[in-house]
């Protein structure tokens, strides 16, 4: 595994003229010379090449911009292939391009990534890409807010995912698991992409909201619907403002303010309460800032609004590509019941039913490497974007101010450098020596630093638990022949995920 390096003729300064715009930008000329113009001329630039016609050490290499032009509309469809594409002959693991004006950088060295997320992490902010996305649904939530609101509520809200906490949410988690398997157990053929976002839906509802999915909790279902379909690249609308007032947006902006309105209602009844919990309504029933002040209806509302879309579409993702993959795989299967057996029981033995607890499943390291194959092949959140607020350096880079910045998961998670065949589902590859000498920033499906995922611990003990539950009674088998991606917010089939569950 080697380290980032700068290619030996990177410092030489070629025309010398030291004529660079104020991006750094290539003048049209000397970019064709060395790229070629053409995707096929994007492979075989080298960084080098690129910056000694630039005339700039530091910038990243340049792609050149009129193939990618043409393939934007390959972005939306596939942003794997068009990164790699991107990325293709730039032994740099940094290319700068821009789509829409917007000037970008992506970079895929682990070391790159863990500058921008940890140490050069003051530097970024999570800027246009992602506050455009939250516009007009949860601007003030946790993942889109910034500076200062970010940090203070963020330290408010820690407290309802402390490992303690998150372990108490456990019987929860198995319960609705169960019920899940129940009803697996009665059908011939499971739609496991849709049952699964049913299942971390119930489980947000109960661990984070204290209520079900019926009555007053239906508007939680009805909110994570609108903004499954407000951030589908399907749907029309999503590339508008949320203040354009197309009948999708307005069904939109209806069920927010509507949420916003019963979510009102669960804190002034959790307030009105003797019940003292610290789960996430309670610490916001009872939000109070250093300064005597309490948290406006509005940011309440996107906190809990953003825990709905943060917190379960994500794990369901897990969960399918976890199931479709074990279908898949029989002998990787096969190793994870027997590893589950020794922990709760063979099927047919007295110790048989044992449900799942957090002590169970805490060291079952081929539950662990299922997990963690599975976070890497098909990571669900596949892309993390930040925003330069000033020139940083990264690596051997300059990066100016307000540059996009995309450290993509996808890309990273499949490099061959860390991975060998990398796009095979190969649970046994995480060996512990493996995990020694893996770069951190090589396996970040949480992302890593200050913004990292804070239900990090929640997700992986939930999908956790929610397999031994699973496995522990089925053997599952693929229905569906094969599934392609459906890049949205999230990294999701494109098409309904069918198998076949057998009692075991
Ligand atoms: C497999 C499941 C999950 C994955 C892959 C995942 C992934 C991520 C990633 C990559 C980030 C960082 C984004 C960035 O740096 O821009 C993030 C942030 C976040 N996640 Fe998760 N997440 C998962 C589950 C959850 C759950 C269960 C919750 C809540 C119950 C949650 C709540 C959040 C929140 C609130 C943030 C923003 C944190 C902050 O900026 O302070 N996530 N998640």
Request: with cysteine; charged share 30%; aromatic share 8%.
């Amino acid at each position: 595994m080697s380290a980032p390096t700068r290619t030996d003729t990177d410092d030489e300064d070629v025309d010398g003229d030291g004529d660079v715009d104020d991006r750094g930008d290539v003048d049209a000329d000397a970019s064709s010379a060395t790229t070629g113009g053409s995707v096929d001329g994007l492979r075989a630039a080298r960084p080098a090449d690129v910056a000694a016609a630039r005339g700039d050490r530091d910038r990243p290499p340049r792609a050149d911009e009129a193939p990618l032009v043409g393939k934007l509309p390959q972005l939306a469809r596939d942003p794997d292939e068009y990164y790699r594409e991107l990325g293709a002959g730039y032994d740099a693991d940094a290319v700068a391009y821009s789509v829409n004006r917007t000037e970008a950088v992506m970079l895929t060295h682990p070391e790159y990534v863990q500058a921008v997320l940890v140490e050069e992490a003051s530097a970024f902010r999570k800027g246009e890409v992602l506050s455009r996305a939250f516009d007009g649904f949860a601007p003030n939530g946790l993942v889109a807010s910034e500076g200062e609101q970010w940090a203070r509520d963020r330290k408010l809200l820690q407290p309802a995912f402390y490992r303690e906490r998150v372990e108490t949410y456990a019987d929860a988690m198995v319960g609705e698991a169960e019920r899940t398997a129940d009803e697996w157990a009665d059908a011939d053929v499971v739609r496991v992409d849709a049952d699964a976002r049913n299942l971390t839906l119930r489980i947000i509802a109960r661990t984070m909201f204290g209520t079900d999915l019926s009555g007053k909790g239906a508007i939680i279902g009805e909110a994570a619907e609108a903004i499954l379909a407000r951030t589908s690249p399907q749907n029309l609308s999503s590339f508008l403002p949320v203040w354009v007032p197309t009948p999708s947006n307005r069904r939109f902006v209806a069920t927010m303010r509507e949420f916003r309105d019963v979510m009102s209602e669960l804190v002034a009844e959790r307030r009105a309460s003797d019940e003292d919990g610290d789960d996430l309504l309670s610490i916001l029933a009872d939000a109070e800032y250093d300064d005597g002040t309490s948290m406006d209806r509005d940011v309440v509302k996107d906190h809990l609004v953003t825990f709905v879309f943060a917190g379960h579409e994500t794990t369901a993702l897990l969960l399918t590509w976890t199931l479709w993959e074990l279908a898949r795989n029989p002998d990787a299967q096969a190793t994870l019941h027997s590893e589950l057996d020794g922990a709760l029981g063979s099927p047919g033995t007295p110790a048989a039913g044992e449900s799942a607890t957090p002590d169970a499943v805490r060291d079952l390291q081929y539950l662990d490497a299922v997990v963690d194959e599975s976070l890497r092949l098909h990571p669900p959140a596949y892309n993390t974007f930040r925003e330069a607020t000033r020139d940083v350096e990264v690596g051997p880079w300059t990066i100016p101010a307000g540059t996009t910045v995309t450290i993509p998961q996808l890309v990273v998670h499949r490099d061959d450098r860390w991975y060998d065949d990398p796009l095979a589902f190969d649970p046994d590859r995480w060996t512990s020596a493996m995990r020694d000498a893996l770069p951190e920033y090589a396996h970040y499906p949480f992302g890593g630093g200050p913004r990292s995922c804070i239900g990090n611990r929640f997700a992986t003990l939930e999908a956790k638990l929610a397999l031994a539950t699973v496995l522990s009674r089925f053997e599952v088998e693929p229905v569906t022949e094969s599934v392609e991606y459906q890049y949205s917010a999230t990294l999701q089939p494109d098409r309904p995920v069918e198998l076949r569950f057998r009692e075991r």
